[in-house]
Structure formats: C-alpha cells, structure tokens
C-alpha cells in the first residue's frame, strides 16, 4: 500500500507532476487568503516533549509543529549572518520564523507559484532582510555561490527532476556551504534518493529518519487541522483537504504509519575547492 493519491501524482510524468502541483498550489494561494494560515507541511513532535519543547511565542503556538520541523532542520547550523535560501517556501512561515528567530543577514525565498510568492512578498512586507521570488527549484534565478545555505523543506516531492534541483542547490551555494532538507518518498523510491544525494557532488553529513516524529506531530495537531478545514472549506472539498493535510486516517497518515512511506531529514555540504 502507498499513500495512494499523493505518490499518485508524484509518479505521474515529471512534466505533468510539476503541471498539477504548481495548479494545485496556485489554487491554495487564490482560495485561501488567511494571512495565519502561512505553513504547508505535516509537522515535527519530538519523542519526548515533556524534555524537549521549542520556546515559541504564544502567536507561534497555533504552528508549533510546522515551526518545529523547520527548527528540526536548520537547528543543525548557527545561521548568524548567513545568505539563507529557502526553495519551496510556501506560504512563507518558515522563512519568517528563520529570519526572525535564528538571525541570519537575509532569508530569500522561492516558489514556483506566483501567486504564493505574491502572498508572502504582501504578508511579509515590512521584515527586513526577508523577501520572495518567483522561480523554478530546477532553474533557480541565482547566480553561482550566491548562498551560504540552502534549505528545502517538504517541497522535493513535486519536482520533475530532482537532479536537477541537486545540481542548482550546489551551483548557488558558495564553498563549504550547506543543503539543509527534509521530505517524505515511498519506501521502494528511498534507495532512489540515497542514489541522487550520493551524485549531487555534496556530501552527506547527516540523515535522520523523523517518520515517527512527523506521526507524532499528526496526531498532536489533528484537532486544530480538523476544526481549521471545517472552518475554511466548501464541504465538497472536505475530503481532498483533510487527505492533503494528513489528518488521522488519510493516505498520507496510513503511509506513514505503515511504514510505506519514509520521511527523512538530511544535512548535506558542498565540499571546498571542487
Ligand atoms: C508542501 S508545500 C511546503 C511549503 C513550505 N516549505 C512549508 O513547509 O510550509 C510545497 C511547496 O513547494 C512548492 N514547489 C513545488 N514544486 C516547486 C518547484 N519546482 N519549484 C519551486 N517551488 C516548488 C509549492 O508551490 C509549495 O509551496
């Protein structure tokens, strides 16, 4: 069993793939305007909360789980002062939380979907040092070592071509610098994976697989997902948002907890003098 309708979609053609995310995304950014709903992805609850609970401000508890994945994945490097690039930033919560919480210089982000890019570049409009482009993961609009890290997060899974974005990724960092990434693949598609990080020409540091910390999350932020798309969605379309959210119960979830489908967090690094 796979978590039929995501993986679906993501074993379609690579163009077609990339045609129905980028609408589907399109379509979130025009329907869905609620300046607190700014993350799209499934979460991170550590094993033991009760010794391990991120400070959050009480305005940042509604995402507590979303916010704790990305922690979960930059926490790994002292981003001060650093060129932050995040690809697939989303509705831009997690670009805010890294440049207002981690204080890097500037955080950029991108997205293939314009009108995502245009909501951020609105919400987000008075942070300093904080901004948003529109831009393809396999054609980023960067010039060569341009970034001191590259973060990605729950986005990989819609691209056409994953080498491609690899290929970007070292191309745009500078020396030395990092590739700080998480996302989920069928358990027959993670030797895949290993195959095309082993070729990016950066090297792995760091894999951990956050499978069960993704379940907790899911389960912890089940009600408010719940009551959040009751609240906000045509009751036609109850179903599709609860699957694309991993409520308890969808696809998604089952993949998970099944153990057919992998999430994993990976630090990579661009080696010096290549
Ligand atoms: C599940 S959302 C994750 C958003 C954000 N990282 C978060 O965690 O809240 C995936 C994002 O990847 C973006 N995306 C998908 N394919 C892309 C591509 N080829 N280039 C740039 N962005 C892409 C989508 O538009 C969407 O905003």
Aim: with cysteine.
């Amino acid at each position: 069993m796979i978590a039929k309708l995501f993986m679906a979609i993501c074993r379609l053609s690579p163009y077609l793939r990339k045609v129905i995310w980028r609408r589907w995304y399109q379509f979130l950014t025009r329907s869905y305007k609620r300046k607190d709903w700014s993350f799209i992805n499934y979460g991170y609850a550590s094993l033991d909360p009760q010794t391990d609970k991120l400070q959050l401000d009480d305005a940042d508890e509604q995402n507590r789980y979303c916010i704790q994945l990305y922690h979960h994945v930059v926490n790994v490097v002292d981003l001060r002062d650093l060129r932050v690039l995040e690809v697939g930033s989303g509705r831009g919560g997690g670009a805010y939380y890294i440049k207002r919480s981690l204080g890097p210089k500037r955080v950029v982000g991108v997205d293939f979907s314009r009108r995502a890019v245009a909501f951020c570049n609105k919400s987000y409009s008075s942070v300093e040092g904080l901004s948003f482009v529109a831009g393809d993961a396999e054609f980023l609009p960067f010039r060569d070592n341009s970034f001191d890290v590259v973060v990605n997060v729950e986005s990989s899974h819609c691209y056409g071509s994953m080498n491609a974005f690899l290929m970007q990724v070292k191309r745009v960092l500078r020396e030395g610098g990092y590739f700080l990434y998480t996302d989920f693949r069928d358990k027959g598609e993670v030797d895949i994976l290993h195959k095309q990080l082993d070729h990016s020409g950066m090297t792995l540091i760091k894999e951990t697989n956050i499978t069960m910390n993704v379940i907790g999350a899911m389960n912890l932020d089940n009600e408010r997902k719940m009551a959040l798309i009751q609240a906000a969605v045509h009751k036609m379309l109850l179903r599709p948002f609860q699957e694309f959210a991993g409520v308890i119960g969808s696809m998604m979830y089952e993949g998970f907890r099944t153990g057919e489908v992998i999430y994993s967090s990976f630090v990579l690094q661009k080696p010096n003098h290549q």
